[in-house]
């Protein structure tokens, strides 16, 4: 049996344990979600990388989906290059063998590729979510356990038909029977899926959340055409970077607060509470729960971590991609940084950025004991 062989059945193993970890466990499935939404995302974004430096004459050492150890499985290419499948599937990279080898608008070109790549697809997803058949439901996406919702009995799917009486079938008259509520006591009438109505009084909790959240679902009429998805997924693309920038601002003030809410796409109405940060397991629970709302709702999601995940590789700061472009600008002025400069700069970031990757990954256990 050959090599690759021998990796194939490791990473088939692996792939079995995992979708048996997924059946017999909420967990699992959670897991499950998260490792292979952000694995397909990560791995889009280091193919932009392999792409444009193979393009430029770069021979290329290792192709990794992953970080750490373990190694999940490694494939040798004739050509010599390594495709491996590591343990933390939080990341991943592209090794050179020697990039200099390439002029450094060709390494430029390279380090772009990755974030681009991020951003085209969201772009594309985006005009893909837009075109297809809308209605105006407002469909509860997540219902935060032990929350007020949740003990007034709302379930996921649900969708919200009145505010305090008032009938709501857009994001616009949602947030705004929501804004007019009087009191932090609202009852909500909701439809669930057999058709049968309920109204159900919820008051807030001391974080001031309903604990579900309900957002603007799309079927039934139809779509917008190619240009008015097209311009629209423009606006979107052009006005995501001062959205990220506030997002991080909320998540700082969040974490600082230990008040985390949640923003809904469209209705935006009702906060999903969080415990803090949310880890893995959490992450992977938000995620299945949106991309369970259909088509509409499986593109928006991923062109949403997509644009995050591109917008945040273009941070001016190494390791990231961001950080990289800078170094090569500053070289092809003809001012190169000196190596060891960059490698400082390279491990101020980057221990700090790992502990809290691990803190992180940890974070659904270190909160069972917090």
């Known amino acids: 049996m050959t090599h690759n062989m021998k990796e194939a059945l490791k990473l088939l ?11 017999v466990s909420p967990i699992g499935q959670n897991l499950t979600v998260f490792a292979v939404v952000l694995s397909f995302l990560v791995c889009i974004h280091e193919l932009g990388h392999y792409i444009w ?92 356990v032990d929350s007020p919702a949740h003990v007034a009995g709302v379930e996921v799917f649900d969708d919200v038909i009145a505010v305090n009486g008032t009938v ?19 009852t909500f009438t909701f439809e669930k899926e057999n058709g049968s109505i309920y109204d159900a009084t919820i008051t807030q909790n001391e974080d001031g959340n309903y604990g579900f959240m309900a957002t603007h679902t799309r079927s039934g009429g139809p779509g917008m055409n190619v240009v008015d998805a097209t311009v629209t997924s423009a606006d979107v693309m052009v006005n995501s970077v001062p959205r990220f920038i506030d997002g991080v601002k909320q998540m700082v003030a969040n974490s600082m607060a230990d008040d985390a809410e949640t923003d809904g796409e469209a209705a935006e109405g ?43 590789n273009l941070i001016p700061l190494l390791p990231l991609d961001g950080g990289h472009v800078v170094a ?7 001012k190169p940084i000196p190596q060891k400069v960059l490698n400082v700069a390279s491990a101020l970031v980057a221990i700090p950025l790992i502990f809290l990757t691990f803190v992180w990954l940890f974070w659904d256990i270190i909160e069972m004991f917090i």
Not at 169 to 186: C, F, I, K, N, Q
Not at 328 to 334: C, I, R
């Open 13 to 23: 193993a692996f792939v079995a344990a995992m979708a048996v970890f997924c059946a």
């Open 328 to 334: 090569t600008a500053f070289e092809m002025a003809g």
């Open 168 to 186: 709501v079938s857009t994001a616009d008259e949602y947030r705004a029977a929501m804004e007019a509520a009087p009191s932090t006591t609202v």
């Open 53 to 144: 430096f193979k393009r430029a004459g770069v021979q290329i050492e290792e192709f990794a989906i992953g970080m750490g150890s373990p190694v999940i499985a490694r494939f040798k290419r004739k050509n010599g290059e390594v495709w491996s499948f590591r343990a933390l599937l939080v990341g991943g990279y592209v090794k050179p063998v020697d990039d200099k080898v390439a002029t450094p608008w060709g390494r430029m070109k390279a380090i772009i590729a990755g974030p681009a790549v991020n951003l085209v697809f969201a772009f594309f997803a985006l005009i893909a979510a837009l075109m297809l058949p809308t209605s105006n439901n407002i469909e509860v996406e997540l219902v935060v």
């Open 270 to 312: 009702e906060e999903a509470p969080q415990a803090g940060m949310a880890g893995p397991n959490k992450f992977g629970e938000i995620m299945r729960t949106q991309m369970s709302g259909g088509l509409f709702a499986f593109l928006t999601t991923m062109a949403s971590l997509s644009l995050v995940l591109g917008i945040s």
